[in-house]
Structure formats: structure tokens, C-alpha cells
């Protein structure tokens, strides 16, 4: 089993959708980041999260230390959102690498 | 925070030749990172670059391979040496000044042709 689950693996929904990108991880965290990727490989850090929720414009990202678990919500979705999602942990036992995993793909259909 | 510029952006080289990545953060930094993705797979940590020192590598990768040098707190480079079309791959740096924070570079998508 991988330390870092994220579901769905992908997704693809109409333009305005309320979108969820769950996360998964097993291990104790010192931090979990959300990062984007852009179609040609650019990656874009979103958000660090130690606790509760965090909100950017149209992106909220929240994180349940005891459940180990973190969403990512996009609202009123549009195609520009189209990317890979991917979150990452810092692990506690890790000396400050992180533990990635394995990205949500996601369309957003005009 | 950090910002961390990563050059080049992306590249399309021949095979046996070779590629330096550069990664600049614009503060001092403890920790950084490299990683490589390749296609359809997760992030997976090539090493960490150690200020004054040599890298410490993980599992499955070498330093004749992929030298790495920091010869300062706020700069690194990768190089990817001989390369062969399975090194195709997007390859991040990554900076850490506490345990709680991570900054990143924007990838470079490296093609071996």
C-alpha cells in the first residue's frame, strides 16, 4: 500500500462543476502540499496545509490530522482547471523530504 | 516563503549527450531536492543535495549519472549525463528551510531524442 493515496485517480467533469480530489496518507506528517500540473509538464504550488482548511480564489484545500486525510475542492470549475493534481507529505520521519502521490487527472468539459 | 527558479523549462536533447538543470532560490535554504517524474508515474526522489558536500542519492540512482552539486544555500544543479530516451522525464527541484515548508521549482521537461 502507498503512503500517499489519492482518488480519483481521474475525473472529468462539465465546466461549473463543484469538483473533490481526495487524499489519502499513512504516515505521520510534518505538512501536505497540493501542487498542479499544467498539461506541458509546469508544476504550480497551490497550497501547504499543517491544518484546517485554506482557501485561494476558487480553490479550497482542508486536511483532518486524525482521519490523515485532505480534499481539494475546485468551485465553479472551468477548463482552464484542466491539470494533474497532485499532493504531497512531508514526513516526520523523512528529515524534510516529501512522499508524493500519484496525481488526479482532471478534465473540465466546456 | 521561497521562490525557486528552475531553468531551463524544458529541452529536447540527443542521446549520449548531457543536461544541467539549475535551480535558484532567492533565500537561503537547508534542504534541497531532486526528483524525477517520468511518464504516467508518481514524483520519486533522485537525492538531496548537500551544501559543500556530495548528494545523498537514493535507491537506483548514481552519481555518474546524475551529478548534482550546491555549492552554496540558494543554488543547485542537476545534470543528467549520456542520456538515453528512458531518461525522458520532468525532473523538480525542490526547497526546504523548516519541516513544515516546501518550496518548488516549476520542472523542466526534459525529451531524448
Known amino acids: 500500500k502507498n503512503e500517499v493515496e489519492q482518488s480519483p485517480q481521474n475525473l472529468t467533469a462539465q465546466e461549473g462543476e463543484f469538483i473533490t480530489i481526495n487524499c489519502s496518507y499513512s504516515?505521520?506528517?510534518?505538512?501536505l502540499h497540493w501542487l498542479q500540473q499544467h498539461p506541458g509538464g509546469g508544476i504550480v504550488s497551490l497550497f501547504m496545509?499543517?491544518?484546517?482548511?485554506k482557501k485561494h480564489g476558487r480553490l479550497i484545500a482542508t486536511i483532518n490530522i486524525q482521519e490523515k486525510h485532505s480534499s481539494l475542492h475546485i468551485t465553479a470549475s472551468h477548463p482552464r482547471d484542466s491539470a494533474v493534481y497532485i499532493c504531497?507529505?512531508?514526513?516526520?520521519?523523512?528529515?524534510?523530504?516529501?512522499?508524493w502521490g500519484a496525481g488526479t487527472k482532471l478534465i473540465i468539459k466546456p | 516563503s521561497a521562490v525557486i527558479s528552475q531553468k531551463p523549462s524544458r529541452d529536447i536533447c540527443q542521446r549520449g549527450t548531457s543536461l544541467t538543470i539549475q535551480c535558484q532560490v532567492d533565500s537561503q535554504v537547508t534542504m534541497m531536492f531532486w526528483y524525477r517524474q517520468q511518464p504516467g508515474q508518481s514524483l520519486t526522489l533522485i537525492a538531496t543535495a548537500n551544501q559543500g558536500s556530495e548528494a545523498t542519492y537514493e535507491s537506483g540512482f548514481v552519481i555518474d549519472k546524475f551529478p548534482i552539486s550546491r555549492p552554496n544555500l540558494t543554488f543547485s544543479t542537476l545534470t543528467v549525463s549520456n542520456m538515453s530516451p528512458e531518461d525522458s522525464s520532468i525532473y523538480l527541484c525542490?526547497?526546504?528551510?523548516?519541516?513544515?515548508?516546501?518550496?518548488f521549482g516549476q520542472g523542466t521537461r526534459l525529451t531524448v531524442v
Open positions: 496545509l499543517s491544518s484546517g482548511k
Open positions: 504531497a507529505v512531508g514526513s516526520m520521519d523523512s528529515n524534510y523530504q516529501l512522499i
Open positions: 504516515v505521520g506528517i510534518s505538512a
Open positions: 525542490s526547497a526546504s528551510q523548516v519541516a513544515t515548508e516546501a518550496f
